[in-house]
């Protein structure tokens, strides 16, 4: 099977393009005018990033079932943490939250999590394959 003929590699693939568009381009708040991206807090900066990369590298990863779900579970691991930090960011500073930086982190999640699925999907039809044989 050829990597980019599998869904969930597209599916990882929006993922990390939304995680580096976060990383990048999006601003995380503002406050009193002023407006703070994502490059302003290093420990977010780090943990989109992680999360990106865990993305590129899950796609490498297409032949190892096994450890494609595990990077795929830690890259949402990382993406929960990420939204318990801009809700305590929220919380603790009540600032004005960047709508755009909230939709691409749904997407992300919600494309890793499709791609969880088609991998395990994947997984478990191999494991049938062979308890047939």
Do not use: P
């Not at 909230?102 to 499709?114: E, G, K, M, P």
């Amino acid at each position: 099977m050829n990597m980019i003929q599998r869904i969930q590699s597209l599916y990882l693939l929006l993922a990390t393009i939304a995680m580096i568009i976060i990383s990048f381009e999006t601003s995380i708040y503002s406050k009193d005018e002023l407006v703070f991206m994502v490059q302003d807090d290093t420990k977010m900066f780090i943990l989109t990033l992680g999360a990106a990369l865990l993305g590129v590298v899950s796609i490498g990863v297409y032949k190892s079932r096994k450890l494609q779900m595990k990077l795929i579970r830690l890259a949402l691991v990382l993406n929960f943490v990420i939204a318990v930090r801009l809700f305590l960011l929220w919380k603790a500073f009540e600032v004005a939250l960047n709508n755009n930086f909230i939709t691409l982190l749904i997407v992300a999640s919600i494309a890793f999590v499709l791609a969880y699925r088609g991998v395990k999907k994947d997984d478990d039809l191999v494991r049938s394959v062979d308890r047939i044989r």
